[in-house]
């Protein structure tokens, strides 16, 4: 499957807590997404399995310290996986 398309990250608030990742939905049969994050590369973790017609995820800066990263995938309905390039931010999220 393809992966999705123009993932970014922008901040929601002006204290810079809450960051709001977008994606674009890759052509095909899309059943839903999955939402990782890898802070200090201590490994990717799941965060969040959302439906096909979700576009967006928030996550929230627990803390300054580390630097996080972030990817999203589109699942199939025939089982293959898109994983569009993953970004980072300073900080630990959750």
């Known amino acids: 499957g393809e992966a999705p398309s123009r ?16 994606w674009r939905a890759p052509a095909g049969e899309v059943t839903g997404y999955t939402v990782e994050i890898n802070v200090g590369q201590k490994g990717w973790t799941e965060v969040g399995q959302l439906p096909a017609s979700a576009l967006s995820a928030e996550v929230t800066k627990t803390s300054t310290s580390s630097w996080t990263q972030f990817r999203v995938s589109a699942n199939y309905a025939d089982g293959s996986i898109g994983t569009a390039k993953a970004f980072g931010f300073n900080g630990t999220f959750n």
């Open 7 to 22: 993932f970014i990250g922008n901040w929601k608030d002006a204290e810079h807590t809450v960051l709001v990742l977008t």
